[in-house]
């Protein structure tokens, strides 16, 4: 066994212990396991300062997720998605491939409450099924391995997975979308990297939510990739009271950056049973991204978008940097919120016939 599988072993998961060591109801937290799977790495734990803190917020049960019945089980609708068990098509080119049912610690908050922990819904003998869709799908060029946690498997399954699918000729690059490195960094060894770095082009896309989950620990297990050749991205949930805050949302992109991790996406939280009391406006979303362009980096500025219920993807937000259009000039606001006017190229007098969809602005003003 290696270190990390006996530091999982350690992991916070009977009530008793829950309740015990933070101080809750046991019959309380009794009744959510009931629901919903608990667990939480001693590592993940040692992180969390206060009662209540961001880290918290993620990872300690709270009744009020039973009290909560506003959401839906699965809000993407991915199950309609799912030609085959283990995979979700829902764009042209690229499908979501579920490796694993299991997390080592599991978010509050997460899309697929319904799903994570429970080993009937992603079943291992689903991925010989998962291949054959992949090999027999050639406009399938990118496949985003993912579960549960992909890196609870252990590595010779984990390199079965990505040499079969590194197989397939016309798949070109593969990612793979992680929490390991924020929840159980020691899950990312020098073996592991030494691993993926055969299967190049390889992406690795980890979630952190919090400046506080940026160790020295996580940043060794980020670094280990990022010098294995592994372009580093992160997802990030908007979640209140852990980042539904600019300074602290900043602050995280700004760590992030420091240990060679791109922001890719910062999500709405999405509309999922018994996660209400996280959930935050869509107007501090907007707020938070607009404290982020110009004011830093471009570099730590990524899309935020709500993954729409109803399974229509992922659709980016931008705060609204245009005053109006016309033909004569465009005029804008800079990030202080200062007006600035572009002058439009001269029309022909002679109008084009209009295309048959009219395109789409992202504006108040009057059409040109
Ligand atoms: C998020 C997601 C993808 C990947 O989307 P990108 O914008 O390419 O990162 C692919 N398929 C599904 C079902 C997804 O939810
Ligand atoms: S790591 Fe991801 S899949 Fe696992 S519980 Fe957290 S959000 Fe859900």
């Known amino acids: 066994m290696d270190d990390w599988q006996r530091l999982l072993q350690g992991s916070l998961r009977k009530p008793e212990e829950i309740a015990q060591r933070f101080g809750l109801e046991l019959e309380d937290v009794r009744r959510i396991a009931r629901v919903f799977k608990i667990q ?53 080119d690229r499908v979501l491939f579920l490796v694993s049912h299991s997390c080592a610690s599991y978010c509050r908050f997460c899309t697929r409450k319904r ?12 991925i010989e099924g998962g291949l054959e869709y992949i090999r027999n799908h050639r406009e399938v060029r990118d496949v985003i391995i993912s579960g549960g ?26 990612r793979i979308g992680t ?25 690795v896309n980890v979630h952190f939510n919090h400046p506080d989950e940026i160790t020295p620990e996580s940043s060794r297990a980020l670094n280990l990739l990022a010098d294995a050749g592994i372009p580093l991205g992160n997802q990030t949930v ?15 992109m700004q760590k992030l950056l420091a240990v060679r991790v791109r922001p890719y996406y910062i999500y709405q939280a999405d509309y999922v049973n018994g996660t209400e009391h996280l959930r935050t406006t ?7 991204m607009d404290a982020l362009r110009g004011w830093t980096s471009g570099l730590a500025v990524p899309y935020y978008c709500i993954d729409a219920p109803g399974g229509g993807g992922k659709i980016p937000l931008i705060p609204n940097y245009l005053q109006s259009i016309n033909a004569e000039q465009v005029v804008m606001r800079n990030y202080a919120g200062e007006l600035y006017a572009y002058p439009q190229v001269k029309q022909k007098a002679k109008r084009k016939p209009r295309p048959a969809v009219a395109p789409c602005f992202n504006f108040d003003g009057p059409m040109p």
Request: with cysteine; hydrophobic share 35%.
């Open 40 to 92: 939480i790495t001693p590592y993940y734990a040692s992180l969390i300062k206060n009662r209540g803190d961001g880290l918290w917020r993620q990872m300690v049960p709270d009744p009020a997720e039973l009290r909560e019945h506003t959401g839906e089980a699965d809000p993407l609708l991915e199950d309609e998605d799912s030609p085959v068990p283990g995979i979700v098509h829902r764009y042209p």
């Open 149 to 174: 946690d992909p890196l609870m498997l252990n590595d010779r399954r984990l390199e079965e997975i990505l040499k079969g699918v590194r197989a397939v000729p016309h798949i070109e690059i593969m």
């Open 282 to 288: 869509v107007e501090k979303g907007l707020e938070i």
């Open 238 to 252: 908007l979640l209140k009271g852990v980042n539904d805050d600019p300074l602290v949302m900043r602050g995280l």
């Open 179 to 203: 929490r390991m490195p924020c929840v159980l960094p020691q899950r990312v060894t020098e073996k592991l990297a030494a691993m993926l770095r055969k299967y190049h082009p390889l992406y």
């Open 115 to 126: 799903h994570v922990g429970d080993p009937s819904k992603i079943n291992p003998r689903y």
